[in-house]
Nanobody, 125 residues
Framework: QERLVESGGGLVQAGGSLRLSCGAS????????MGWFRQAPGKERVFVAA????????IYADSVKGRFTISSDNAKNTVYLQMNSLKPEDTAVYYC??????????????????WGQGTQVTVSS
């Protein structure tokens, strides 16, 4: 069973930065990739970024490309999301997710097997 815990959310002014962390624990036979998703008030949960544990291949949603950076520390079983130049539209609950098998489309929620509880990010204008 994989357990994921997000941290680092908070309130920040537009143009500011935050770094989210997602720690993974528990027994697992494999980890292929980690992803970040977010859900804004009144909206559906959408893809933000993903990274593979081996090789560090990354993908980003167009809305965050150039502003957000996903990274991982395999020794610490932790994935990070560095968020710069934050905008009010980035306000959302941010979730991390783990894929335990090779998946072709990491921007799809169905590619992930475990999810964290989420951390709130609020960007004021």
């Amino acid at each position: 069973q994989e357990r994921l815990v997000e941290s680092g959310g908070g309130l920040v002014q537009a143009g500011g930065s935050l770094r989210l962390s997602c720690g993974a624990s528990g027994r697992t036979f494999s980890r292929y990739a980690m992803g970040w998703f977010r859900q804004a008030p009144g909206k559906e949960r959408v893809f933000v970024a993903a990274i593979t544990w081996s090789g560090g291949r990354t993908i980003y949603a167009d809305s965050v490309k150039g502003r957000f950076t996903i990274s991982s520390d395999n020794a610490k079983n932790t994935v990070y999301l560095q968020m710069n130049s934050l905008k009010p539209e980035d306000t959302a609950v941010y979730y991390c997710a783990a894929a335990t098998a090779v998946r072709a489309y990491l921007w799809l929620q169905g590619s992930y097997d475990y999810w964290g509880q989420g951390t709130q990010v609020t960007v004021s204008s």
